[in-house]
Protein backbone atom coordinates (compact mmCIF):
# COMPACT_ATOMS: atom_id res chain seq x y z
CA UNK A 1 0.00 0.00 0.00
CA UNK A 2 0.72 3.65 -0.16
CA UNK A 3 2.13 4.93 3.15
CA UNK A 4 1.90 8.56 4.14
CA UNK A 5 3.10 10.16 7.81
CA UNK A 6 2.33 13.34 9.62
CA UNK A 7 4.62 14.62 12.68
CA UNK A 8 2.83 15.78 14.89
CA UNK A 9 -0.14 14.34 15.35
CA UNK A 10 -1.27 16.85 17.99
CA UNK A 11 0.32 19.94 18.80
CA UNK A 12 -0.74 22.77 21.49
CA UNK A 13 0.77 26.31 21.18
CA UNK A 14 0.80 29.76 22.16
CA UNK A 15 -0.78 32.51 20.25
CA UNK A 16 2.23 33.77 18.17
CA UNK A 17 4.44 31.29 18.39
CA UNK A 18 5.09 29.22 14.51
CA UNK A 19 4.63 25.39 14.29
CA UNK A 20 6.24 23.27 11.82
CA UNK A 21 4.39 20.23 10.37
CA UNK A 22 6.15 17.33 8.35
CA UNK A 23 3.97 15.09 5.44
CA UNK A 24 6.50 11.89 4.61
CA UNK A 25 5.42 9.78 1.66
CA UNK A 26 7.04 6.29 3.23
CA UNK A 27 7.18 4.03 0.60
CA UNK A 28 6.61 5.87 -2.96
CA UNK A 29 8.28 9.22 -4.17
CA UNK A 30 5.94 12.13 -4.39
CA UNK A 31 6.19 14.99 -6.66
CA UNK A 32 2.91 16.65 -5.27
CA UNK A 33 1.66 16.47 -2.08
CA UNK A 34 -1.31 18.56 -0.98
CA UNK A 35 -2.35 20.22 2.43
CA UNK A 36 -5.99 20.39 3.20
CA UNK A 37 -7.17 22.08 6.69
CA UNK A 38 -10.98 20.38 7.96
CA UNK A 39 -12.76 22.04 10.47
CA UNK A 40 -15.12 20.34 12.77
CA UNK A 41 -17.83 18.84 11.04
CA UNK A 42 -16.69 20.58 7.80
CA UNK A 43 -15.82 19.28 4.18
CA UNK A 44 -11.98 19.10 3.59
CA UNK A 45 -10.75 22.67 2.16
CA UNK A 46 -8.11 22.66 -0.02
CA UNK A 47 -5.35 25.26 1.22
CA UNK A 48 -2.37 24.22 -1.48
CA UNK A 49 -0.34 22.22 -3.39
CA UNK A 50 2.95 21.33 -2.84
CA UNK A 51 5.29 21.01 -5.50
CA UNK A 52 8.92 19.39 -5.22
CA UNK A 53 11.44 21.42 -6.22
CA UNK A 54 9.11 24.37 -6.84
CA UNK A 55 6.84 26.92 -5.25
CA UNK A 56 3.78 25.68 -3.88
CA UNK A 57 0.54 26.90 -5.49
CA UNK A 58 -1.96 28.10 -2.65
CA UNK A 59 -5.68 28.30 -3.20
CA UNK A 60 -7.49 31.22 -3.27
CA UNK A 61 -8.12 33.39 0.13
CA UNK A 62 -4.60 31.43 1.72
CA UNK A 63 -1.88 33.08 2.75
CA UNK A 64 0.99 32.29 1.96
CA UNK A 65 2.93 34.40 4.00
CA UNK A 66 1.03 33.00 6.85
CA UNK A 67 1.19 28.82 5.78
CA UNK A 68 5.09 28.33 4.87
CA UNK A 69 5.04 24.91 2.23
CA UNK A 70 8.54 23.68 1.40
CA UNK A 71 8.48 20.56 -0.17
CA UNK A 72 12.29 20.23 -0.71
CA UNK A 73 12.60 16.26 -1.55
CA UNK A 74 10.64 13.58 -3.43
CA UNK A 75 8.81 12.38 0.19
CA UNK A 76 8.53 15.37 2.88
CA UNK A 77 6.57 18.41 2.41
CA UNK A 78 6.55 20.81 5.44
CA UNK A 79 3.91 23.20 6.64
CA UNK A 80 4.83 25.88 8.61
CA UNK A 81 2.08 28.03 10.50
CA UNK A 82 3.52 31.04 11.10
CA UNK A 83 2.53 33.49 14.34
CA UNK A 84 -0.13 31.17 14.89
CA UNK A 85 -3.72 32.47 16.41
CA UNK A 86 -6.05 30.56 18.06
CA UNK A 87 -8.26 30.99 14.57
CA UNK A 88 -5.78 28.69 13.06
CA UNK A 89 -6.57 25.95 15.16
CA UNK A 90 -7.82 23.24 13.13
CA UNK A 91 -6.98 19.54 11.72
CA UNK A 92 -4.16 19.65 9.19
CA UNK A 93 -4.27 16.76 6.51
CA UNK A 94 -1.58 16.02 3.85
CA UNK A 95 -1.93 14.18 0.79
CA UNK A 96 0.76 12.61 -1.24
CA UNK A 97 0.11 12.16 -4.81
CA UNK A 98 0.93 8.63 -6.35
CA UNK A 99 0.98 7.63 -9.74
CA UNK A 100 -0.06 3.69 -10.79
CA UNK A 101 -0.87 2.60 -13.71
CA UNK A 102 -4.19 1.33 -12.64
CA UNK A 103 -6.08 4.74 -11.67
CA UNK A 104 -3.25 6.96 -12.67
CA UNK A 105 -2.74 9.87 -10.26
CA UNK A 106 -4.49 9.17 -6.74
CA UNK A 107 -4.15 10.55 -3.68
CA UNK A 108 -3.01 9.14 0.23
CA UNK A 109 -3.84 10.89 2.99
CA UNK A 110 -2.05 11.44 6.06
CA UNK A 111 -3.51 10.49 9.83
CA UNK A 112 -3.45 14.41 10.29
CA UNK A 113 -2.34 16.92 12.70
CA UNK A 114 -4.43 18.23 15.14
CA UNK A 115 -3.46 21.85 15.74
CA UNK A 116 -4.87 23.68 18.94
CA UNK A 117 -3.12 27.67 19.40
CA UNK A 118 -3.88 28.78 23.11
CA UNK B 1 -16.46 25.53 -12.24
CA UNK B 2 -15.47 22.30 -12.06
CA UNK B 3 -17.90 19.94 -9.28
CA UNK B 4 -18.55 16.85 -7.34
CA UNK B 5 -21.71 16.76 -6.14
CA UNK B 6 -22.94 14.43 -3.32
CA UNK B 7 -26.00 14.32 -1.34
CA UNK B 8 -24.90 15.18 2.22
CA UNK B 9 -27.11 12.83 4.53
CA UNK B 10 -26.80 11.22 7.03
CA UNK B 11 -28.46 8.23 4.83
CA UNK B 12 -29.21 5.54 7.60
CA UNK B 13 -29.64 2.18 6.90
CA UNK B 14 -30.34 -0.75 9.10
CA UNK B 15 -26.88 -3.39 9.67
CA UNK B 16 -27.25 -6.04 7.05
CA UNK B 17 -28.87 -3.96 4.17
CA UNK B 18 -27.33 -2.50 1.45
CA UNK B 19 -26.24 1.01 1.53
CA UNK B 20 -26.50 3.35 -1.49
CA UNK B 21 -23.79 6.32 -2.19
CA UNK B 22 -24.16 8.48 -5.07
CA UNK B 23 -22.50 11.20 -6.21
CA UNK B 24 -22.51 13.23 -9.88
CA UNK B 25 -19.72 15.57 -11.50
CA UNK B 26 -19.49 17.96 -14.18
CA UNK B 27 -16.68 17.80 -15.91
CA UNK B 28 -17.06 15.20 -18.80
CA UNK B 29 -13.13 15.00 -19.07
CA UNK B 30 -12.79 13.50 -15.64
CA UNK B 31 -10.84 10.26 -16.14
CA UNK B 32 -10.49 8.70 -12.47
CA UNK B 33 -12.94 8.12 -9.94
CA UNK B 34 -12.34 7.37 -5.78
CA UNK B 35 -14.18 6.82 -2.96
CA UNK B 36 -13.04 7.57 0.42
CA UNK B 37 -13.95 6.78 4.10
CA UNK B 38 -13.81 9.34 6.82
CA UNK B 39 -14.03 8.43 10.37
CA UNK B 40 -15.20 11.44 12.64
CA UNK B 41 -11.55 13.17 14.18
CA UNK B 42 -10.17 11.03 11.36
CA UNK B 43 -8.33 11.42 7.77
CA UNK B 44 -9.55 10.07 4.22
CA UNK B 45 -9.07 6.31 4.05
CA UNK B 46 -8.90 5.14 0.14
CA UNK B 47 -11.86 2.81 -0.45
CA UNK B 48 -11.78 2.21 -4.12
CA UNK B 49 -10.98 3.49 -7.72
CA UNK B 50 -12.77 3.23 -11.00
CA UNK B 51 -11.71 4.50 -14.57
CA UNK B 52 -14.30 2.29 -16.73
CA UNK B 53 -17.81 2.40 -17.36
CA UNK B 54 -19.36 -0.56 -15.47
CA UNK B 55 -19.06 -2.03 -12.12
CA UNK B 56 -16.06 -2.51 -9.67
CA UNK B 57 -16.14 -4.76 -6.91
CA UNK B 58 -14.32 -5.64 -4.00
CA UNK B 59 -14.88 -6.69 -0.82
CA UNK B 60 -18.44 -5.73 0.48
CA UNK B 61 -17.71 -2.73 -1.70
CA UNK B 62 -18.76 -2.02 -5.19
CA UNK B 63 -18.28 1.03 -7.52
CA UNK B 64 -20.50 1.87 -10.42
CA UNK B 65 -19.64 4.38 -12.99
CA UNK B 66 -21.40 5.87 -15.89
CA UNK B 67 -19.76 8.31 -17.87
CA UNK B 68 -22.67 8.80 -19.92
CA UNK B 69 -24.51 10.22 -17.19
CA UNK B 70 -21.83 11.42 -15.12
CA UNK B 71 -22.17 9.66 -11.87
CA UNK B 72 -20.43 7.10 -9.94
CA UNK B 73 -21.98 5.34 -6.52
CA UNK B 74 -20.73 3.08 -4.23
CA UNK B 75 -22.74 0.35 -2.73
CA UNK B 76 -21.76 -1.04 0.49
CA UNK B 77 -23.31 -4.78 0.83
CA UNK B 78 -23.87 -6.41 4.39
CA UNK B 79 -23.56 -2.75 6.14
CA UNK B 80 -22.08 -3.08 9.85
CA UNK B 81 -22.11 -0.08 12.34
CA UNK B 82 -18.48 0.18 11.80
CA UNK B 83 -19.24 1.45 8.10
CA UNK B 84 -20.69 4.38 9.89
CA UNK B 85 -18.60 7.30 8.65
CA UNK B 86 -18.72 9.59 5.87
CA UNK B 87 -17.61 9.06 2.63
CA UNK B 88 -16.39 11.38 -0.24
CA UNK B 89 -16.63 10.74 -3.82
CA UNK B 90 -13.65 12.28 -5.55
CA UNK B 91 -12.75 13.12 -9.51
CA UNK B 92 -9.30 13.31 -11.02
CA UNK B 93 -10.07 15.94 -13.60
CA UNK B 94 -7.06 16.10 -15.35
CA UNK B 95 -3.21 16.36 -14.14
CA UNK B 96 -3.25 15.73 -10.47
CA UNK B 97 -6.25 17.56 -10.16
CA UNK B 98 -9.03 15.98 -8.09
CA UNK B 99 -11.90 17.63 -6.64
CA UNK B 100 -13.14 16.47 -3.66
CA UNK B 101 -17.18 16.16 -2.78
CA UNK B 102 -18.22 17.40 0.87
CA UNK B 103 -19.36 13.95 1.39
CA UNK B 104 -22.42 11.51 2.65
CA UNK B 105 -22.80 10.66 6.56
CA UNK B 106 -23.60 6.87 6.44
CA UNK B 107 -25.22 5.62 9.71
CA UNK B 108 -25.90 1.88 10.13
CA UNK B 109 -27.83 1.26 12.63
CA UNK B 110 -27.22 -1.86 14.63
Known amino acids: GAVVSQHPSWVICKSGTSVKIECRSL??????MFWYRQFPKQSLMLMAT?????????EQGVEKDKFLINHASLTLSTLTVTSAHPEDSSFYICSALRTSGGAGETQYFGPGTRLLVL | QKEVEQNSGPLSVPEGAIASLNCTYSDRGSQSFFWYRQYSGKSPELIMFIYSNGDKEDGRFTAQLNKASQYVSLLIRDSQPSDSATYLCAVNTGGFKTIFGAGTRLFVKA
Open chain 1, 50 to 58: SNEGSKATY
Open chain 1, 27 to 32: DFQATT
